[in-house]
Each structure stands twice: as structure tokens, then as C-alpha cells.
């Protein structure tokens, strides 16, 4: 099995609002990353847990805050977003954090700001 | 600093012809090099990955990629293009240096197939 799994695949909030967008793994993966994908642009890093820790924030605003509760689940909590937050939000793992293993991408949540 | 270059922002093909997407890289470290695909509304998919040994690679779906360090250069080639391979493609580097391994992605190229 090799499925990253995402969810919602929707998502619609306002700027009050405070959600959060979850992805699976069961690969034992033990490194674990967010991304944020606008428009016709790559994947762009935010977060890399490793071994269940934080060990990359690419300057993310704290109104996005991860949280890996176990190796095989990963988190991400909106609070007070921007409508310049709405993007494909990625999810991806790998086997652990060294360069040589490639990394497996979910589906995406599609997030909305209004 | 890790960085690719994608030459060509949108490739064009017929249906039967050779694909070819190219991809320049820069790395002060031997690199590891990855070619992903993405059909619109989806997530990443790998294509190919190149780390030490054979430098022509083969991946899936018809692809195959050659380094050559020579030229700094991982380029995507498929003999024979096919309908379904329309989609947009992303080169990649991968950055191990600060211990946790880091993508580094070229801005992409679309490949449309014209029948």
C-alpha cells in the first residue's frame, strides 16, 4: 500500500473560522511534509515532521500550526486565514528524512477563503 | 544551494511522437533527482527517481529519464506520446543538508498532446 490519504478534499472557510485538514499514511513512513500548491506553481515546502518532530518550519504564519499526533497521522490547523491562503494543500511522505527516498503525495485538500 | 531550471514552460506533442521535457539542475552536493507528475486536481505522482548508480533510469508509464553530470541535466523522455500523459510535469532536487530531506522543485512544464 502506498497511499497518502487526505481529508476533506474540500474545503470552504472564512476567515474566522478554524479548521483542520488531516492525512494518513500506514507505509511506516517516519518523515512526514506539508506543502501549499498555488496555481500553476510547484509544491511549495511549510512543514517536515521527522521521527514524530518539527524539524523544518519554512516560515510558515502561526495562523497554520501542525501537529503530528502519531507516525502515521499529520495535521494542519487553520485559524484566521487569508483569502491569499487558498491554495492546494499537499501532503507527502517518505521513509524517513534522507535525500535518497522520494516522497509519496496525497490527493491535496482544495482550501478556500472567503 | 539546490535549484532546477525546467526549459520550456509548456511542451506540445502529437499523440505517437517522442516526448522530450528537460531539466538542468544545480547542486553542490551529489545529487538526487526525481521527475513527478501531476493530472489536474491531483496529487504528485513519481515518475522516476535517479540517486547513485545506472545513470539512464526507468520509471513508469513508458518514462525514462538520463543523468549526466557532465551537463547538469536529468531530461524526461517517452518514445511514443499518448493521449493520457497530457499533465504537468516537475523536476526535482532533493536536499539533504539540513537533515531533513527538502524537494526542490523546477516551476513545471505542461505537456499537451495533440491527436
Known amino acids: 500500500d502506498t497511499e497518502v490519504t487526505q481529508t476533506p478534499k474540500h474545503l470552504v472557510m472564512g476567515m474566522t473560522n478554524k479548521k483542520s485538514l488531516k492525512c494518513e499514511q500506514h507505509?511506516?513512513?517516519?518523515?512526514m511534509y506539508w506543502y501549499k500548491q498555488k496555481a500553476k506553481k510547484p509544491p511549495e515546502l511549510m512543514f517536515v515532521?521527522?521521527?514524530?518532530?518539527?524539524?523544518i518550519n519554512e516560515s510558515v504564519p502561526s495562523r497554520f500550526s501542525p501537529e503530528c499526533p502519531n507516525s502515521s497521522l499529520l495535521n494542519l490547523h487553520l485559524h484566521a486565514l487569508q483569502p491569499e491562503d487558498s491554495a492546494l494543500y499537499l501532503c507527502?511522505?517518505?521513509?524517513?528524512?534522507?535525500?535518497?527516498?522520494?516522497?509519496?503525495f496525497g490527493p491535496g485538500t482544495r482550501l478556500t477563503v472567503t | 544551494a539546490q535549484s532546477v531550471t525546467q526549459l520550456g514552460s509548456h511542451v506540445s506533442v502529437s499523440e505517437g511522437a517522442l516526448v522530450l521535457l528537460r531539466c538542468n539542475y544545480s547542486?553542490?552536493?551529489?545529487?538526487?533527482l526525481f521527475w513527478y507528475v501531476q493530472y489536474p486536481n491531483q496529487g504528485l505522482q513519481l515518475l522516476l527517481k535517479?540517486?547513485?548508480?545506472?545513470?539512464l533510469v526507468k520509471g513508469i508509464n513508458g518514462f525514462e529519464a538520463e543523468f549526466k553530470k557532465s551537463e547538469t541535466s536529468f531530461h524526461l523522455t517517452k518514445p511514443s506520446a499518448h493521449m493520457s500523459d497530457a499533465a504537468e510535469y516537475f523536476c526535482?532536487?532533493?536536499?539533504?543538508?539540513?537533515?531533513?530531506?527538502?524537494?526542490?522543485f523546477g516551476q513545471g512544464t505542461r505537456l499537451t498532446i495533440n491527436p
Open positions: 507527502a511522505s517518505s521513509q524517513d528524512r534522507a535525500a535518497t527516498y522520494e516522497q509519496y
Open positions: 507505509m511506516g513512513h517516519r518523515a
Open positions: 515532521y521527522s521521527y514524530e518532530k518539527l524539524s
Open positions: 547542486s553542490s552536493v551529489p545529487p538526487y
Open positions: 535517479y540517486t547513485t548508480g545506472a545513470t
Open positions: 526535482a532536487v532533493s536536499d539533504g543538508i539540513q537533515g531533513a530531506q527538502k524537494l526542490v
